[in-house]
């Protein structure tokens, strides 16, 4: 049930003195099960993007097909689509407004017609999905730390047992124990569920560690789609458009300029480790001094 975009445009302010061009030209298969780091500076296109997934926006020109149908055909049923392709947006705790957590999590299946049986089955095993202790159920969400009021918002879609979640920032002013701790739940939960996850994040060590994809967006056109150790290769190129490669990226980089004979194609701390290590280990069989 991939999501397709053919030709995908968006103009706002059309037509006026304010007329601002947020998508231009974008093709993109989005396939059953992966997950996609979408990345760009401010003003990209990113947020514009992942609101026509699911219909919030609609295109001024092109298509946009999830399983083999156009989203925006008269007659398409967007609510059906909208639980299907959930998304979630950055900040999402400012959208928690019930009593209490369970309450709030119920909210979407409730509105999707279930029974109340189904409903809160639905909650209950969202909340769990998300790593969320039973003791704090009924309690108010605003009384919850920031960490655990996201993980209620994003519970909140996935009680509507979505195929496709769309997190937009989904860490922004999280600390990093916070940050590891939603992503990694996420991470499990794709491997567990097989869900399409597409997170938007200006954390390229976030993007780095967990995606399979990364489509980089510049000025409304995708700039890179491919793998993230393939696109980090243009790290000089992103830093021409504001964003930048991981740090450890940079870091092989200056090894390799100080004598080290490291690969510089690390993306992760983990990766970078056991390539610094061995090159050490070459090096000392060697008898070589280099930067030692």
């Given at each position: 049930?991939a999501?397709?975009?053919?030709?995908?445009?968006?103009?706002?302010?059309?037509g006026?003195?304010?007329?601002?061009?947020?998508?231009?030209?974008?093709?993109?298969?989005?396939?059953?099960?992966?997950?996609?780091?979408?990345?760009?500076?401010?003003?990209s296109?990113?947020?514009?993007?992942?609101?026509?997934?699911?219909?919030?926006m609609?295109?001024?020109?092109?298509?946009?097909?999830?399983?083999?149908?156009?989203?925006?055909?008269?007659?398409?049923?967007?609510?059906?689509?909208?639980?299907?392709?959930?998304?979630?947006?950055?900040?999402?705790?400012?959208?928690?407004f019930?009593?209490?957590?369970?309450?709030?999590?119920?909210?979407?299946?409730k509105?999707?017609?279930?029974?109340?049986?189904?409903?809160?089955?639905?909650?209950?095993?969202?909340?769990?999905?998300?790593?969320?202790?039973?003791?704090?159920?009924?309690?108010?969400?605003?009384?919850?730390?920031?960490g655990?009021?996201?993980?209620?918002?994003?519970?909140?879609?996935?009680?509507?047992?979505?195929?496709?979640?769309?997190?937009?920032?989904?860490?922004?002013?999280?600390?990093?124990?916070?940050?590891?701790?939603?992503?990694?739940?996420?991470?499990?939960?794709?491997?567990?569920?097989?869900?399409?996850?597409?997170?938007?994040?200006?954390?390229?060590?976030?993007?780095?560690?967990?995606?399979?994809?990364?489509?980089?967006?510049?000025?409304?056109?995708?700039?890179?789609?491919?793998?993230?150790?393939?696109?980090?290769?243009?790290?000089?190129?992103?830093?021409?458009?504001?964003?930048?490669?991981?740090?450890?990226?940079?870091?092989?980089?200056?090894?390799?300029?100080?004598?080290?004979?490291?690969?510089?194609?690390?993306?992760?701390?983990?990766?970078?480790?056991?390539?610094?290590?061995?090159?050490?280990?070459?090096?000392?069989?060697?008898?070589?001094?280099?930067?030692?």
């Open positions: 049930m999501i397709i975009l053919d030709h995908v445009s968006h103009i706002y302010e059309e006026t003195a304010m007329e601002v061009a947020a998508l231009r030209d974008v093709n993109l298969v989005i396939p059953d099960g992966q997950f996609i780091g979408l990345i760009g500076h401010t003003g296109g990113k947020s514009t993007l992942v609101q026509h997934l699911n219909g919030l609609k295109p001024t020109s092109g298509n946009i097909y999830y399983n083999g149908e156009d989203i925006n055909e008269d007659g398409f049923d967007r609510k059906n689509l909208r639980s299907k392709v959930g998304l979630v947006f950055q900040y999402p705790e400012h959208q928690l019930e009593i209490d957590v369970f309450k709030d999590v119920c909210f979407g299946p509105n999707m017609g279930l029974t109340e049986k189904e409903v809160q089955l639905r909650a209950y095993g969202a909340l769990k999905q998300v790593g969320l202790e039973d003791e704090y159920f009924y309690q108010s969400p605003f009384d919850l730390s920031g655990q009021k996201r993980r209620v918002a994003i519970a909140g879609v996935l009680a509507m047992k979505p195929e496709v979640l769309i997190l937009d920032e989904p860490t922004a002013g999280l600390d990093p124990k916070g940050r590891d701790e939603i992503l990694d739940q996420i991470a499990m939960l794709r491997k567990e569920t097989g869900i399409t996850v597409v997170l938007v994040s200006h954390s390229m060590e976030d993007v780095a560690k967990y995606v399979d994809r990364i489509i980089v967006m510049n000025q409304g056109s995708v700039m890179y789609d491919d793998e993230p150790r393939a696109v980090f290769r243009h790290y000089r190129e992103l830093e021409e458009v504001g964003l930048a490669a991981p740090q450890v990226t940079y870091i092989m980089q200056e090894l390799r300029r100080q004598g080290l004979e490291v690969g510089t194609d690390a993306i992760t701390v983990e990766e970078a480790r056991d390539e610094i290590l061995k090159a050490v280990g070459r090096s000392r069989k060697m008898g070589g001094g280099g930067i030692y």
